[in-house]
C-alpha cells in the first residue's frame, strides 16, 4: 500500500498541514529537527505525492502537455525531444498526445489534458480554419503556445517558420539550377503551413518568367505514400519535368522512390528539393537539398515561451 501523507504525519508525531507545508518547501514557523525529521521519513518510505492533490494547494501541478499531429513524421519526435528537454530543466514533465491528425482526437486530449490539471498545452492544431476550441481553451485560462500551423489571433502565442519564404527559396534553387518544369508535391491544402508553401513556390515561379501549370502541382498529405503516388501521376502526365519541389522530407522520400522505379537518375535526369531537413534525410543517396526548419530549437523556444506563460511574464506574440 502506497505511503500517504497521513502515515507520515503520523510517524513524526506532527499535524499532516505541518507535514504539506515542509513538502512544499514552506517552512517559516517549522523547527529545523521537525523539518529534518519529516524530510527523512519521506526519504526512507518513499513517499510520493500525488501531484494533482499537491496542484490543488500550489495551483501548479508542474506538468505540461505536448498535442503534435502525426507521431511517425520525425520532424515531430524532434520538436517533442525539444519541448522535453527544456522542460525538464525547469523541473516540468511532459504529457505527449498524438491526434493523427484528427480533429476530434484534439479536442479529446484537450479535455483530457485539462483533467489532468496540466499547467499549459504546446500543439501544432489539425483544425483546418475552425479554432473555436482553441480559442475556449485560452478562455478558461490555460497558458497555450501553438506550433508550425499558424493561427491568426491576437490571442495566441505562438513558434512558426517563414513557409512562404521557404517554399520561393526551393524553388528559386532549382531555377537557379537551370530547370524551368518544376512540379510541386505540396501537404494538405486545409494546412496553413501547406498552402504558405505552395505560394512560395508559384512566386518562385512568376518572379522568374516562368507561368504557374496546375498540371505540374499534385496534393499530397505530407506522407510518404503521397510522394509516391504523386510524382507517378506528374511523371505520366508531364514527361518533360526535370525538377520536383517535395514539401516535406517523407514525400521527397516517396518521389526518390518512383523516380528511381522509372530509370531515372537523381539529380542528373530529375532534381528534388525537400522540406523540414529531418535527420533521415542524411543518409538519401544522392543525399536530399531541403529547406531546414531547426524542430528541436523550435520545441525548446516553445516550452520556455509555455513557461513564462504560466509563471505570469510578458512574451512576443509570434517568434
Do not use: W
Not at 517535395?246 to 522505379?261: E, H
Request: with cysteine; hydrophobic share 40%; aromatic share 8%.
Amino acid at each position: 500500500m502506497a505511503v500517504t501523507i497521513k502515515d507520515i504525519a503520523k510517524l513524526a508525531n506532527v499535524s499532516i498541514t505541518t507535514v504539506s507545508r515542509v513538502i512544499n518547501n514552506k517552512t517559516e514557523g517549522v523547527s529545523e529537527e521537525t523539518r529534518n525529521r519529516i524530510l527523512q521519513l519521506v526519504k526512507e518510505l518513499g513517499y510520493q505525492p500525488n501531484a494533482i492533490a499537491r496542484g490543488l494547494v500550489t495551483k501548479k501541478t508542474k506538468t505540461v502537455g505536448l498535442i503534435i499531429p502525426d507521431i511517425s513524421n520525425p520532424f515531430f519526435p524532434d520538436i517533442a525531444r525539444g519541448v522535453e528537454d527544456s522542460a525538464h530543466i525547469y523541473g516540468y514533465n511532459v504529457f505527449l498526445c498524438n491526434t493523427d491528425d484528427n480533429l476530434e482526437k484534439e479536442s479529446e486530449y484537450i479535455n483530457a489534458l485539462k483533467e489532468k490539471y496540466v499547467d499549459g498545452i504546446i500543439f501544432t492544431s489539425s483544425a483546418p480554419s475552425n479554432y473555436e476550441h482553441i480559442m475556449e481553451l485560452i478562455k478558461s485560462g490555460v497558458p497555450v503556445i501553438m506550433m508550425d500551423r499558424r493561427i491568426e489571433s491576437e490571442d495566441i502565442y505562438g513558434v512558426f517558420i517563414d513557409n512562404y519564404e521557404g517554399g520561393y527559396l526551393a524553388t528559386k534553387h532549382l531555377i537557379d539550377l537551370g530547370h524551368r518544369k518544376i512540379a510541386c508535391i505540396t501537404g494538405p491544402l486545409n494546412v496553413r503551413n501547406a498552402r504558405e508553401r505552395l505560394a512560395g513556390y508559384k512566386k518562385g515561379l512568376l518572379e522568374n518568367g516562368l507561368e504557374v501549370d496546375e498540371e505540374l502541382i499534385f496534393e499530397g498529405d505530407y506522407k510518404i505514400n503521397s510522394g509516391i503516388v504523386g510524382t507517378e501521376k506528374l511523371l505520366n502526365n508531364n514527361k518533360d519535368i526535370t525538377a520536383i519541389f517535395a514539401c516535406n522530407d517523407l514525400m521527397a522520400y516517396g518521389a526518390y522512390k518512383t523516380i528511381r522505379s522509372y530509370g531515372y537518375k537523381i539529380p542528373d535526369d530529375i532534381s528534388i528539393v525537400g522540406f523540414d531537413d529531418i535527420q533521415l534525410s542524411q543518409i538519401l543517396e544522392p543525399q536530399l537539398t531541403t529547406i531546414r526548419q531547426p524542430a528541436y530549437d523550435m520545441g525548446l523556444t516553445a516550452a520556455r515561451m509555455l513557461i513564462k506563460l504560466i509563471e505570469g511574464k510578458k512574451l512576443n506574440k509570434k517568434i
